[in-house]
């Protein structure tokens, strides 16, 4: 079951996106999980920790979770 992630944006980065889901400890751990774990959002693969996502926007990472954009 995907776990919904609140976001207090319109928009929120790849990056920041899964320091608040709590799957990084920092952002700058971002650039360094990006490069060692595949993830999809939407069901394509993206590692660019700039990627924009909006409510609705559904992230799986194999083996972490996977995690639906929620807004307030």
């Keep these: 079951m995907a776990k919904e992630i609140t976001i207090e944006t319109e928009i929120i980065t790849l990056g920041q996106f899964l320091k608040l889901a709590e799957v990084i400890q920092s952002g700058g751990m971002a650039k360094w999980f990006l490069s060692e774990y ?5 069901g394509e693969q993206d590692q660019r920790r700039g990627r924009k996502l909006t409510v609705g926007d559904k992230v799986e990472i194999p083996e ?8 307030e």
């Design 38 to 42: 595949e993830v999809y959002i939407n």
């Design 64 to 71: 972490v979770g996977v995690f639906v954009v929620a807004g």
